[in-house]
């Protein structure tokens, strides 16, 4: 996680973790990855371009996911969210000395700017998105009830 000065508003989180709450667990699980997928596209748009061009293996390598390696799962194992998105170079060593420099590197950051400049938009895009999507999944769900009546 990111620590940063500026707080995000998100209003309407316990509505929707009501409404969240009636799905079963892994519909839940699917509508909140489709979600998080959702809202983290200008993040990951930005990071994309603002990455260095020098290598275009960088820019290729990034891409967002469910699961945690290793490390962050160690970095993650009191947290208590229900699902997570992460962004960043799945398979590219030199994506962190790209974004924090080295000795003999200076820092070219990428994702952090990325996340600085879209963050508000990425979580006002979660409301709506969650909405949208809880109201399919439980049409989804009434139709098959209704099917199997």
Do not use: C
């Not at 748009?45 to 061009?53: E, F, H, Y």
């Not at 960088?58 to 891409?63: A, F, H, R, Y």
């Not at 469910?66 to 997570?84: D, G, H, I, M, P």
């Amino acid at each position: 996680m990111i620590a940063s000065s500026k707080p995000v508003k998100f209003e309407g989180g316990r509505e929707l973790d009501a409404a969240l709450g009636q799905l079963p667990k892994a519909t839940g699980r699917n509508v909140l990855k489709r979600t998080l997928k959702h809202a983290i596209q200008p993040i990951a748009d930005a990071a994309r371009a603002n990455a260095p061009k020098q290598t275009m293996h960088l820019v290729e390598s990034l891409d967002e996911g469910f699961r945690l390696n290793k490390r962050q799962s160690r970095a993650n194992r009191n947290s208590k969210s229900f699902q997570e998105i992460h962004f960043g170079a799945t398979n590219d060593p030199a994506a962190r000395h790209q974004e924090f420099g080295t000795v003999n590197h200076p820092a070219q950051p990428y994702l952090r700017p990325a996340w600085e400049a879209n963050r508000q938009e990425a979580f006002n895009r979660i409301g709506p998105s969650l909405w949208e999507e809880i109201e399919k999944a439980a049409a989804r769900a009434a139709r098959k009830t209704a099917r199997l009546k």
